[in-house]
């Protein structure tokens, strides 16, 4: 018999090595990772692939039990499947069937749920298109989806309207909103209107047939199929449309857990500080789902120790939760258990990290043995973080360091890569091949993480040309693009730059005016130097090391009425032609040309390193302000952002 003394040693011993291999943390992620992979293969084998079917699932099992919850209606399984019916035999009636396309351009709302379900339901695709885009974004994300019904909410016909002889011109021929008629005719200006002046109809789907649709009819439809596009800003301009199919699509999308589930799901149109808690003492919420931002703006609100523990939510789940929040929000709202996840819309992989105190706190994943037996194909590359290419050693292969690369194969069910949608050339630029060993083939991801020696990985930055700010994704490419537009830019480059106390990166753009807008300083001095510069000789070689007379230097001032008029025209087609989360926080003035690599891309180490930073920086800044204009940034400014009174 082992006695009391011995028992005791043979915990601690076991205690000191589970605190050192975190084997039970191992086990917490293996198996169930294990098991539902197996669940997934058995859905495979019996062509039950279809996500429509795991929300079918449920309305058999709890029909009359509550499904979704918003804005005080409630909706049951039931509920959801008949009006989700309805809306399918409108589309099957205007020719929509399996694998067309139809862009959804809506807010959070149930009919946004029962649209997609109608469509899933006779195998179509829903293009999401984000609701925030405007012109030239606007119109390349409807053409990527290649459709030609377009679908959308009364209140976002603005942007609509301003873009609509292009949306015709794309091939558009149904556009209908989904709004009631009734609610549509209450308003003035719509009940003058006769159908001829308006350039929609209305859907007015309730009056079909709530006749289902068979199970049968969906075993046809396997694991690479679509079931959404979901528009990702990447780092080669414009949005591009991820392809979720039925083999990712449920673990990613929110609602989609709640249709293996069973739970209830409680949806807000738009998110608030005030409405948040609210809601979830109200409906008795167990789980929230996040974004890193979302947490941030609740940790800021004013406490109150009477309210901010008084809640039943036991766990969160999301992503992008920052280390320095992450803790303060536990703490205050004891919530006791975070679920962090790392992956991207079109990635071949993901990372996970559910923990309930200090211990792991602010990764985005861990990767013990056992996850690593059955998750594979997950590493971190050198990178150039000017050019942006990959450093090889000397035999060509890739070596370990910084961005992470995930595997992408597709002789793999959990390892393929399905890509961009009608997008081809930038689906193969995300690819590498010869990674480690001839013939592999990884998906770049363009993130720098890092990982420790207890198998807990963290995110550390974006490595392309592409920030988070406000919880969207920001492409570089794209802003600089249309601020490239605004008269009197010569060239510009956009980064992001970190903010005291705020997730992610603010916009920041340094822009080179043309000539006409500097004037010659006839107070300041002229000057003229020889240097040592590079000198072509006849016989056509170079020699950097001869002395050639440089060209007389006339010091120049900005004209500052010409300025004053850009600075409002750029803030003005900033508003206008970009979401707002994409409108540059600060605007620096250059001097003097852009740097750029030998591949003509502009450097922006040293942009970022600077920031906005008075110390370094001493040409011209503005930031945009609450009142949508660019104003002067100075030293008042910049203490009001360290004193966190300043609202970006």
Not at 229 to 234: E, K
Not at 365 to 382: D, E, H, S, T
């Amino acid at each position: 018999m082992v006695s009391v003394t011995g028992a005791l040693a043979l915990v601690s011993a076991a205690l000191y090595l589970d605190g050192r291999t975190r084997f039970s943390r191992d086990l917490n992620f293996g198996i169930p990772g294990l098991r539902t992979k197996l669940w997934f293969q058995r859905l495979v084998n019996n062509n039950d692939i279809s996500m429509y079917n795991r929300f079918e699932d449920q309305c058999l099992l709890r029909p009359h039990s509550i499904a979704l919850i918003f804005e005080d209606h409630s909706y049951t399984w039931r509920d959801l499947e008949l009006a989700s019916n309805r809306m399918a035999h409108w589309y099957k009636s205007r020719g929509i069937g399996s694998k067309d396309r139809v862009a959804m351009f809506m807010s959070n709302s149930p009919l946004f749920v029962i649209s997609w379900l109608a469509l899933l339901k006779i195998k179509a695709v829903a293009a999401f298109i984000n609701n925030q885009i405007v012109g030239p974004v606007l119109l390349h994300s409807l053409k990527t989806a290649n459709s030609d019904v377009l679908v959308f909410d009364y209140e976002l016909r603005g942007a609509l309207e301003e873009s609509i002889l292009g949306i015709r011109e794309l091939g558009y021929k149904t556009i209908v909103t989904v709004t009631r008629k009734d609610q549509v005719l209450t308003r003035f200006d719509e009940y003058l209107k006769g159908p001829e002046e308006r350039f929609f109809d209305f859907m007015e789907w309730q009056e079909c047939s709530a006749e289902g649709f068979s199970r049968a009819s969906r075993e046809d439809v396997v694991i690479g199929d679509a079931v959404a596009l979901i528009y990702t800003s990447g780092t080669t301009g414009f949005p591009k449309a991820a392809v979720m199919d039925h083999g990712r699509c449920t673990p990613i999308i929110g609602i989609g857990q709640s249709w293996i589930s069973g739970s209830s799901v409680v949806l807000a149109r738009k998110f608030s500080t005030t409405g948040f808690w609210k809601d979830v003492r109200e409906h008795d919420v167990t789980l929230i789902q996040y974004i890193g931002e979302l947490c941030r703006y609740l940790v800021n609100t004013p406490e109150d120790p009477e309210l901010d523990k008084a809640h039943k939510v036991r766990l969160m789940f999301g992503n992008g939760l920052r280390p320095d929040i992450w803790r303060k929000f536990q703490e205050r709202f004891g919530v006791a258990t975070v679920f962090e996840s790392y992956t991207m819309s079109e990635a071949t992989s993901a990372l996970f990290n559910l923990t309930s105190g200090e211990d792991g706190a602010g990764a985005v994943g861990f990767r013990g043995p056992l996850v690593r037996a059955f998750q594979g194909g997950l590493c971190i590359v050198k990178v150039d973080l000017d050019t942006e290419e990959l450093i090889k050693d000397k035999d060509g292969y890739c070596i370990e360091a910084s961005e992470l690369i995930t595997l992408a194969d597709s002789k793999k069910m959990e390892n393929r890569f399905v890509g961009y949608y009608n997008q081809p050339k930038l689906s193969q630029a995300k690819l590498i091949q010869n990674v480690f060993v001839q013939g592999d083939q990884y998906m770049r991801t363009g993130d720098l993480l890092y990982r420790t020696k207890d198998n807990f990985w963290y995110f550390a930055d974006r490595a392309g040309d592409t920030f988070r700010w406000k919880g969207e994704n920001v492409s570089t490419a794209e802003v600089a693009d249309t601020l490239g537009h605004v008269e009197g830019v010569a060239s510009c480059t956009v980064y992001g730059v970190t903010v005291p106390g705020q997730d992610g990166k603010a916009g920041m753009v340094a822009v080179v005016l043309k000539d006409s807008y500097w004037q010659e300083d006839k107070n300041a001095p002229v000057s003229a130097v020889a240097a040592p510069v590079e000198h072509v000789s006849e016989a056509g070689e170079r020699d950097a090391s001869v002395p050639v007379p440089a060209p007389v230097t006339v010091p120049h001032k900005l004209n500052e009425k010409a300025l004053e008029d850009f600075m409002d025209r750029l803030g003005k087609h900033a508003r206008k032609r970009l979401p707002s989360y994409a409108i540059p926080r600060f605007v620096r003035i250059c001097e003097s040309e852009l740097e750029i690599t030998g591949t003509f891309k502009n450097k922006k180490v040293e942009l970022k390193k600077e920031g906005f930073d008075l110390e370094k920086v001493h040409e011209r800044l503005y930031w945009w302000t609450q009142k949508g204009r660019y104003v002067l940034f100075g030293r008042k400014q910049l203490d009001e952002l360290h004193a966190g009174r300043a609202r970006l």
